[in-house]
């Protein structure tokens, strides 16, 4: 079992939606971190976080610690968001632990 | 450079040739990281360099795999004796300190073994 789990794995969404991507972890972490790797191959980092909840733009991210979950929620779905949403979480001093990512398409 | 910028973007080598990858990152960052990621997969870590410290290479998969930072700042992914299965995408980043900081990515190196 991966230390890192999304879900889901493939999600198809019309322009407009709220989306929601789901990430649980089973190690004790430092930080959690929301990338977004685009259809090129860059991946940007969105979000970096270790309580609560941040907002940029359109994007939440939020995390439970107790429950070692958070969610990534993407409100007014556009076709440009569509990407791979990749969770990953430090552990210790350095290592990132990564999921396999969520494939999302948006369509207009 | 404004970001990690990694060459070639693109490599296809025949099997049994040694290629090498490079990984320029920010300027400043201390920390400097290799993943390889297989296709529909998440990235899987390789090796982390404090400057020029190689501090973690258990993610090498085997001996032909090595990495060197000489002065703290390029870096340097050898693949020996390439093979069919080295074939995906090398991605380096560089952090400014650790795993709690944010971590900038390359656009990666794509090695096509044939």
């Known amino acids: 079992k991966n230390e890192v789990e999304q879900s889901p794995q493939n999600l198809t969404a019309q322009e407009g939606e709220f989306i929601t991507i789901n990430c649980s972890y089973s190690?004790?972490?430092?930080?959690l971190h929301w990338l977004q790797q685009h259809p090129g191959g860059g991946i940007v980092s969105l979000f970096m976080l270790s309580s609560g909840k941040k907002k940029h733009g359109r994007l939440i991210a939020t995390i439970n610690i107790q429950e070692k979950h958070s969610s990534l929620h993407i409100t007014a779905s556009h076709p440009r968001d569509s990407a791979v949403y990749i969770c990953a979480v430090t552990s210790g001093t350095y290592k990132y632990i990564f999921g396999t990512g969520t494939r999302l398409k948006v369509l207009a | 450079g404004a970001g990690v910028s990694q060459s070639p973007r693109y490599k296809v080598t025949k099997r049994g040739q040694d290629v090498a990858l490079r990984c320029d990152p920010i300027s400043g960052h201390v920390s400097l990281y290799w993943y390889r990621q297989a296709l529909g997969q998440g990235p899987e870590f390789l090796t982390y360099f404090n400057y020029e410290a190689q501090q973690d290479k258990s993610g090498l998969p085997n001996d032909r795999f090595s990495a060197e930072r000489p002065e703290g700042s390029i870096s340097t992914l050898t693949i020996q004796r390439t093979e069919q299965r080295d074939s995906a995408m090398y991605r380096c980043?560089?952090?400014?300190?650790?795993?709690?900081?944010?971590?900038?990515f390359g656009q990666g190196t794509r090695l096509t073994v044939v």
């Open positions: 980043a560089s952090s400014l300190v650790g795993g709690n900081t944010e971590a900038f």
């Open positions: 190690v004790g972490i430092s930080a």
